[in-house]
């Protein structure tokens, strides 16, 4: 057998390993309070979790109007992953000031590898279930946590 089908095979099988999706669903909560934080600024922030069964993605915390970026911070866990959707605040070309949502896909470097393969498999079933969002942040360490670079990140100047 020519070394050239071994290859091909070996890439489509591996390539077939990345594209699988989790089967993970997104719960329609989650879609309506995003909807509620996009159109009235209705919270901060937005964490969502995946269930103990792994079935869904749920919300575990939201974060009030006026919420700080510490508090958002402090609501991530230490050894595991979290999606999240952040408002923030930047600064546009034009000189005036713009609230921007952007996801965040936290994902501790202490976290074991399955949590973070499963977080990184369902990512875009979320992302596409919460419309509108274009940027996203990523963050494996608290010391990406920088509201600064998460702003940039969302377009400020």
């Excluded at 575990?60 to 991530?76: N, P, W, Y």
């Excluded at 596409?128 to 360490?141: H, M, P, R, V, Y």
């Amino acid at each position: 057998i020519p070394l050239a089908w071994h290859l091909r095979v070996r890439a489509e099988s591996s390539l077939d390993v990345f594209n699988m999706s989790s089967g993970v669903q997104v719960n329609s909560d989650c879609t309506t309070i995003f909807e509620e934080m996009k159109i009235r600024s209705a919270h901060k922030y937005i964490i969502f979790k995946i269930t103990d069964d792994k079935k869904y993605i749920v919300i575990e915390h939201k974060g009030e109007k006026g919420a700080s970026f510490d508090e958002f911070c402090s609501k991530l866990p230490d050894g595991d992953c979290r999606y999240a959707v952040l408002d923030v605040e930047i600064n546009t070309k034009s000189g005036a000031t713009a609230n921007k949502l952007i996801f965040v896909a936290w994902s501790d470097d202490n976290a074991s590898v399955k949590p973070k393969m499963l977080y990184a498999s369902s990512k875009d079933a979320i992302k596409k279930a919460l419309s509108g969002i274009n940027d996203e942040f990523q963050a494996t360490d608290r010391s990406d946590l920088d509201i600064e670079d998460i702003k940039k990140k969302a377009g400020n100047v």
